[in-house]
């Protein structure tokens, strides 16, 4: 069974950092699409940032210039760097695997950006 787990999440000031990781098992990582999601509380969930299996890269505007995906598919992982964090980047994110049929997700790591 595939799993995704996220982590990295937690309690940051508002122009802090957070670096969030979700690490692959029992999937042929490579061949998927990684992407970050996240939902605020009473919104629907959106897609932050997503990186092809080719490493083609595709960021939300609102993130645009302060968060950077990553992937090492040695281990696995993708990354989410997020810098000059704001109170409205604050939502559950959720990690997802897509490759043509297939459509996997972690449970999420929760972000919280606030004073």
């Known amino acids: 069974q595939v799993q995704l787990v996220e982590s990295g999440g937690g309690l940051v000031q508002p122009g802090g950092s957070l670096r969030l990781s979700c690490v692959g098992s029992r999937i042929t990582f490579s061949r998927y699409t990684m992407g970050w999601y996240r939902q605020a509380p009473g919104k629907q969930r959106e897609l932050v940032a997503a990186?092809?299996?080719?490493?083609?890269?595709d960021y939300a505007d609102s993130v645009q210039g302060r968060f950077t995906i990553s992937r090492d598919n040695a281990k696995n992982t993708v990354y989410l760097q997020m810098n000059s964090l704001k109170p409205e980047d604050t939502a559950v994110y959720y990690c997802n695997a897509h490759w043509i049929t297939s459509d996997f997700w972690g449970k999420g790591t929760l972000v919280t950006v606030s004073l």
């Open positions: 990186i092809s299996s080719g490493a083609i890269i």
